[in-house]
């Protein structure tokens, strides 16, 4: 039996950066370039075309018709990590955190070059962070 929603098939999770968070709902959406899932490079992979991903807000906040706290979110070159809501169609992404890094490194995360696809191994798997 396939389902295709959070619980019975296998949780997918990402790391990745912003690069939009002008929401036209203004919900606190951000686009998000996911590592692994998304290709580097922008002309095969334009930022308008990626899925908007929903911030995880606290339970302090009723998370809709514009009452609660305001999702001001992390700003575009910022890293985070989330997991897709759909599983592997990786269409619906969710984002419940910020991963710290010195401003100066983000390029070089950023554009995936040598430091980035020597930092993850194959299947997403962390093997360590380097900072140059």
């Known amino acids: 039996m396939t389902n295709n929603y959070m619980g019975f098939d296998k949780f997918v999770w990402f790391q990745g950066v912003v690069e939009d968070r002008g929401d036209p709902l203004m ?9 692994g899932f998304h290709d580097e490079n922008k002309q095969k992979s334009p930022t ?7 911030p995880i807000q606290p339970l302090t906040s009723t998370a809709m018709s514009g009452m609660g706290e305001t999702p001001l979110g992390p700003v575009e070159g910022t890293w985070v990590v989330g997991f897709f809501r759909d599983g592997n169609t990786a269409q619906e992404p969710i ?3 910020v991963i710290s ?17 020597t930092t993850f191994a194959r299947n997403n798997d962390l093997k360590q962070t380097v900072f140059l």
Do not use: D
């Not at 919900?27 to 590592?35: A, D, E, H, S």
């Not at 308008?48 to 929903?54: D, F, K, T, V, Y």
């Not at 390029?107 to 696809?117: E, Q």
């Open 48 to 54: 308008e075309n990626l899925p908007w991903a929903h």
């Open 101 to 117: 890094f010195f401003k100066y490194s983000l390029s070089r995360h950023f554009s995936c070059n040598s430091v980035c696809k």
């Open 95 to 97: 984002i419940f955190g």
């Open 27 to 35: 919900l606190g959406r951000c686009k998000v370039r996911c590592l």
